[in-house]
């Protein structure tokens, strides 16, 4: 899980202080989630699968389809 969240901000180019942001968070909170760190609380798992428009599934590794509707 920790892997993607990375990798999808990465892909959008934006680095942790943009999305800690978007989050209502600071940066070295963000970052201990992409590290492990610190588990996802849900509401954050939420608002991270709205904003890369991609189900929580995904994010979980559950499924690897990035598709938010199957």
């Known amino acids: ?3 993607r969240i990375r990798d ?6 934006l680095n942790q202080t943009q999305v ?3 989050l209502g968070m ?3 909170g963000y970052s201990k989630y992409e590290t492990g ?3 996802l609380p849900t509401t954050v ?5 709205r904003f890369y428009n991609t ?4 994010l979980l590794g559950e ?3 990035p598709d938010r509707y199957l």
């Open 1 to 3: 899980m920790y892997r």
């Open 8 to 13: 999808l901000r990465e892909d959008r180019d």
């Open 20 to 22: 800690a942001k978007i």
């Open 26 to 28: 600071s940066q070295t």
């Open 37 to 39: 760190e610190n588990d």
């Open 45 to 49: 798992l939420i608002k991270l699968a």
């Open 55 to 58: 189900s929580v599934d995904y």
């Open 63 to 65: 499924t690897d389809n």
